[in-house]
């Protein structure tokens, strides 16, 4: 069945530093990619999303490409503020199918 | 345009009790969906429901387990004679028809 893989946490950075979560995917089709964003206490919110190969989802500095040929949908930012401290999800989906989500990536940002 | 509400926040039952968890879908959505996230875990499907039908429960518990999506009023996920094991955070998720899904605050269920 399909399946989501995104890098073990967690994930300790300085506020300003360039982040990157790896998060590569297993699917037959043509799966949407999207990233969650989940702060402590709270449920899930849609960070950004692409729905075909080559395109870029970006939200709040937060960006990832749709990448085919390598079956990757990795999530970077510039420069990581301390508000930015939560986990995030890496999921797929086929039109109306459940979401099949990686098991997570902690962030901490310290100053 | 209020979001996805799910109520109660925070449930407490002892082994052997009910849980009924609820949850209102967006305006205008029609689908809903059911995960459950267990500590330290990411999220896994339980049951995908539109109006009065469920569409696939593939992640559900055959026993115990039981969801529904009445015409009118909330989608209700049932767990029956609750475990330990139970406990957990429940979230439930609506959609529009092909559109991305938004997520409740969820429901943390804990079973003494």
């Known amino acids: 069945g399909d399946s989501v893989t995104q890098m073990e946490g967690p994930v300790t950075l300085s506020e300003e530093a360039f982040l990157t979560i790896n998060c590569t995917y297993t699917a037959t089709g043509y799966p949407s990619l999207f990233w969650y964003v989940q702060y402590p206490g709270e449920g899930l919110q849609l960070l950004l999303k692409?729905?075909?190969?080559?395109d870029k989802g970006s939200n709040k500095g937060f960006e990832a490409t749709y990448r085919k040929e390598t079956t990757s949908f990795h999530l970077e930012k510039g420069s990581v503020q301390v508000s930015d401290s939560a986990v995030y999800f890496c999921a797929l989906s086929k039109g109306n199918t459940p979401l099949v989500f990686g098991k997570g990536t902690r962030l901490s940002v310290i100053a | 345009n209020a979001g996805v509400m799910q109520n109660p926040r925070h449930l407490v039952r002892r082994r052997g009790q009910e849980a009924r968890l609820r949850c209102s879908p967006m305006k205008g959505h029609s689908h809903v969906y059911w995960y459950r996230q267990l500590p330290e875990e990411g999220l896994k499907f339980m049951v995908y429901l539109q109006k009065e039908n469920i569409i696939d429960e593939s992640g559900m518990p055959k026993e115990r387990f039981s969801a529904e999506f009445p015409k009118e009023g909330p989608s209700i996920l049932r767990i029956q004679q609750v475990v330990r094991g139970d406990s957990a955070a429940y979230f439930c998720?609506?959609?529009?028809?092909?559109?991305?899904?938004?997520f409740g605050p969820g429901t943390r269920l804990t079973v003494l």
């Open positions: 692409a729905t075909k190969a080559d």
């Open positions: 998720a609506s959609s529009r028809q092909y559109n991305e899904q938004f």
